[in-house]
T-cell receptor, first 112, second 109 residues
């Protein structure tokens, strides 16, 4: 692994289903982030974690949850998917909150 | 509220110079970032400004005026591979990035 990986690359999901998007980084970065990117809108922060064991809510946290059990992994869970959660999801990491963020390749999620 | 404004789309010619503007209104300011995003790919870091003035990095330069809430990204000697979206982001008082919607730059031969 080099950098940040995300899985799956893309997914089509029925509304009401539970889904976990995976994110792993091997840069030993302390901070990690989940964003969604929708056409015509800027990246919007869903949740973040400044260090392992802590998480915080971003701009659009409703319907999503995260955990940060260790430094490398930061999964994002949709407990009961809805069509408005159709989006491209990017995971990012940075050495600290004050540093530049590095992005994973993204997960394209479609909720029908 | 917090707001980042950038033009939606710009067109330029290969070999020319283009300036992409960004204006912002945020709760606090702890730096401004520019990222490049090719279609279907992840954003990649281009530049960072926290003090007023110009930061130069090869063909790319970024300028900041904190008193005016204004930044621009200057791209020189444009190449076809520079066709991409350019994202402006401001780090607010909570150290969270607030992102503009991006400027799609189209380079014509």
């Amino acid at each position: 692994i080099a950098g940040i990986t995300q899985a799956p690359t893309s997914q089509i999901l029925a509304a009401g289903r539970r889904m976990t998007l995976r994110c792993t980084q091997d840069m030993r970065h302390n901070a990690m982030y989940w964003y969604r990117q929708d056409l015509g809108l800027g990246l919007r922060l869903i949740h973040y974690s400044n260090t392992a064991g802590t998480t915080g809510k971003g701009e659009v946290p409703d319907g999503y949850s995260v955990s940060r059990a260790n430094t490398d992994d930061f999964p994002l869970t949709l407990a009961s998917a809805v069509p408005s959660q159709t989006s491209v999801y990017f995971c990012a990491s940075s050495r600290g909150p004050e540093d530049e963020q590095f992005f994973g390749p993204g997960t394209r999620l479609t909720v029908l | 509220g917090q707001n980042i404004d950038q033009p939606t789309e710009m067109t330029a010619t290969e070999g020319a110079i283009v300036q992409i503007n960004c204006t912002y209104q945020t709760s606090g300011f702890n730096g401004l970032f520019w990222y490049q995003q090719h279609a279907g790919e992840a954003p990649t870091f281009l530049s960072y400004n926290v003090l007023d003035g110009l930061e130069e990095k090869g063909r790319f330069s970024s300028f900041l005026s904190r008193s005016k809430g204004y930044s621009y990204l200057l791209l020189k000697e444009l190449q076809m591979k520079d066709s991409a979206s350019y994202l402006c982001a401001v780090r607010d008082s909570n150290y969270q990035l607030i992102w503009g919607a991006g400027t799609k730059l189209i380079i014509k031969p």
